[in-house]
């Protein structure tokens, strides 16, 4: 997590500083050189603020009748009568090749065998792997203490299992799958994507017809190059993947509570005592809301397209006063 969090740190205070410094650039080569910071980091976020969440939300539940493996939004529900072989993974006689993409807190990806065989990561290390052998898929995970896991596990085994769990594997495309077959959710989320290309692009035909714009809101503003309306739809997409991003990790709370799933492993330390104090409070202080998951998922939908609506009026009203 301190690595996580410390490349999310430096990628946020990139973006800010680019975006801050090109939001006083002059028109030319040195506003995109300042605004490239921006918009190389904005993926990178989003995939460094995901895995951290899914790294805190993580965790592997044995139990009687199979396995429970969760990473984020990728969960894996394993039946007892499927598992062929626990162990470690160097013990393992064929050698699994590693993810491409991997670092500390995330080793995370999919890699095939020669045999055909499918071997999926779930884990925060590269070292001390246990491998789950079920079928033609193999699992290796991160337990804290590989030793005390399998040996639960073989215990486990030996009461042997009164009523095998269903096998079942969750995916992040399904919770977007999800979302997309609700018309209600993907009209938001469609009129938000469509009010952010409108804005792109009204700026861009925009600017070539300008040289200077009106920017600020004191009386006498000063002129300011008009590329830097280019900020606008940027920060506007911005506040719009945020808005979307949070959305579905509450949509999916909420469809875990209507469909009678367990959000969360009864085994797994719960999520506010992993986080740092200040930030488990603010976390303890809104979960007793008594808000469903759906309605806050809506809620923060409503709001990136209300935002988007409000960024492209700005737009609007900024090249009319130009013109």
Do not use: C
């Amino acid at each position: 997590m301190i690595f996580q969090a410390g490349a999310l740190l430096f990628f946020l205070a990139a973006s800010g500083l680019g975006l801050w410094q090109a939001s006083k650039a002059s028109i030319g080569p040195t506003f995109l050189v300042y605004l490239l910071p921006a918009l190389i980091s904005a993926p990178v976020i989003f995939l460094l603020a995901y895995r951290s969440y899914a790294l805190l939300a993580a965790s592997y539940q044995l139990e009687r009748d199979g396995l429970r493996l969760r990473w984020g939004l990728r969960s894996e529900q394993i039946p007892s009568d499927a598992v062929v072989w626990v162990g470690l993974a160097r013990d393992f006689p064929q050698p699994v090749p590693q993810p491409r993409l991997r670092w500390p807190g995330a080793v995370l990806g999919t890699r095939r065998l020669p045999d055909g065989r499918t071997a999926e990561y779930l884990a925060s290390r590269n070292r001390d792997l246990v491998l789950i052998v079920a079928g033609e898929r193999l699992f290796l995970i991160s337990p804290a203490d590989p030793a005390a896991f399998l040996q639960a596990f073989h215990r486990l085994a030996e009461l042997g299992s009164l009523s095998p769990l269903p096998w079942r594997s969750d995916y992040p495309g399904f919770l977007l799958l999800r979302v997309w077959q609700s018309r209600s959710a993907r009209n938001l989320l469609l009129a938000g994507l469509i009010l952010n290309l409108v804005s792109f692009t009204w700026v861009s035909l925009a600017i070539p017809g300008m040289p200077v714009v009106a920017l600020g809101f004191a009386p006498g503003r000063e002129a300011a190059p008009s590329v830097r309306l280019l900020l606008l739809p940027i920060i506007s997409s911005l506040f719009y993947v945020l808005d979307f991003a949070a959305g579905l990790y509450f949509f999916r709370r909420g469809h875990a509570a209507l469909s009678g799933e367990s959000s969360d492993s009864s085994a797994a330390v719960p999520l506010a005592e992993r986080l740092p104090a200040a930030a488990a409070g603010w976390l303890r202080l809104f979960s007793p809301l008594p808000i469903p998951g759906w309605l806050l998922a809506y809620l923060l939908w409503i709001g990136g397209t209300l935002s988007s609506a409000f960024f492209l009026l700005a737009v609007v009203l900024i090249v009319s006063s130009a013109g």
